[in-house]
């Protein structure tokens, strides 16, 4: 079973996305929180897999939250409706495990919990372009949204490494990747773990950044 705390502040929202996880079978929410605060303590309490966060909401927000669970082996997939783009680029440094829309429709959320889960990361490819623009719209260049990678950085990836990346800059999952290019799911996390150590990021998502932002995505 998929152990998940649901972090959201608006009731009925929390219900509805509640509801829709425990109609999983592998899924089980442990525990649900109105805040930050009540998000991280939850967290700690239950040992979950993975943390669902909302981005704001009252006390702590979900980036502040996201912060303090990092490093506690808990994968916090943030939910966001990208008002509010400090948010976003705040996640990203604090090394959120994925990305998904507040639209996202019933099965997509709980696949991208099931991705998250594996230790793969999520970022929904919509998120990926949103972010993408947004970075050209900053005046005098990207917010700090993690490492920045200079294409000679990337020069130094082999081939197929340069093809796992542009996967990941489409947001597909390791699944995914493997069919695509014909490789076993376990040499494609192998791929993703060196172009992250090679790039010096802390996250799949910021590899997706990185491809979208230097061109590695057709």
């Known amino acids: 079973m998929i152990r998940i705390v649901v972090a959201e502040d608006q009731w009925a929202v929390r219900s509805g996305l509640v509801m829709i996880l425990e109609s999983a079978p592998d899924i ?5 929180a109105g805040d930050g605060e009540e998000a991280v303590a939850a967290a700690r309490r239950a040992r979950p897999d993975v943390v669902l966060m909302d981005v704001r909401m009252p006390r702590k927000d979900g980036i502040a939250a996201t912060r303090d669970l990092t490093g ?7 939910l966001t409706t990208f008002d509010l783009d400090e948010y976003v680029f705040g996640a990203l440094r604090a090394g959120a495990a994925g990305f998904l829309l507040k639209n996202i429709e019933a ?9 998250v889960a594996r230790g793969e990361g999520m970022i929904a490819p919509a998120v990926t372009r949103r972010l993408i623009k947004e970075f050209a719209a900053v005046p005098g260049g990207r917010p700090d949204a993690g490492p920045s990678v200079s294409p000679a950085a990337v020069a130094e990836l082999t081939p197929r490494e340069r093809q796992v990346l542009a996967c990941v800059g489409e947001g597909l999952s390791n699944q995914q990747v493997a069919r695509r ?8 996390k192998t791929h993703v773990s060196r172009i992250l150590a090679k790039l010096g990021l802390r996250s799949r998502v910021q590899a997706a950044i990185v491809a979208q932002e230097l061109g590695e995505v057709g």
């Not at 089980?28 to 649900?32: K, L, P, S």
């Open 28 to 32: 089980e929410v442990v525990a649900e």
């Open 72 to 78: 506690t082996g808990v994968d916090v997939l943030i």
């Open 181 to 188: 290019l014909c490789i076993t799911e376990t040499t494609t």
């Open 107 to 115: 099965d997509e959320l709980i696949e991208a919990v099931r991705v």
